[in-house]
């Protein structure tokens, strides 16, 4: 197999990969908070505790995928663009 058709073929199979992982979990966990809502802090002794809430993901632990926020934005337009009302007499 030439290089090129291997770097094709790793290339569609992390592009299907991924699109696989984004229908089938279209939520990860929040960068900034590492999915835990909140931030750790420690009081004065050390003990950690809870911090405040995080403001990227509004204390959820989650935010959506890049790929599945492509889609729902591609089906989004898709839809209003089709999803017009037809005038009265066609069919």
Same mark, same amino acid.
């Given at each position: 197999?030439?290089?090129?058709?291997?770097?094709?073929? $790793?290339?569609?199979?992390?592009?299907?990969?991924? +699109?696989?992982?984004? =229908? =089938?979990?279209?939520?990860?966990? $929040? /960068?900034? $908070?590492? +999915?835990?809502?909140?931030?750790?802090?420690?009081? @004065? &002794?050390?003990?950690? &505790? @809870? +911090?405040?809430? $995080? @403001?990227?993901? &509004?204390?959820?632990? &989650?935010?959506? /995928?890049?790929? /599945?926020?492509?889609?729902? /934005?591609?089906?989004?337009?898709?839809? =209003?663009?089709?999803?017009?009302?037809?005038?009265?007499?066609? @069919?």
């Amino acid at each position: 197999m030439t290089p090129i058709l291997l770097a094709i073929a $790793c290339l569609l199979a992390v592009t299907f990969g991924y +699109g696989g992982l984004c =229908a =089938a979990s279209p939520f990860g966990d $929040c /960068r900034k $908070c590492h +999915g835990m809502g909140h931030e750790l802090t420690t009081d @004065r &002794k050390g003990k950690a &505790k @809870r +911090g405040k809430n $995080c @403001r990227r993901c &509004k204390a959820t632990g &989650k935010r959506i /995928r890049v790929g /599945r926020w492509l889609y729902n /934005r591609w089906a989004r337009i898709y839809r =209003a663009g089709t999803d017009t009302p037809r005038p009265k007499g066609i @069919r």
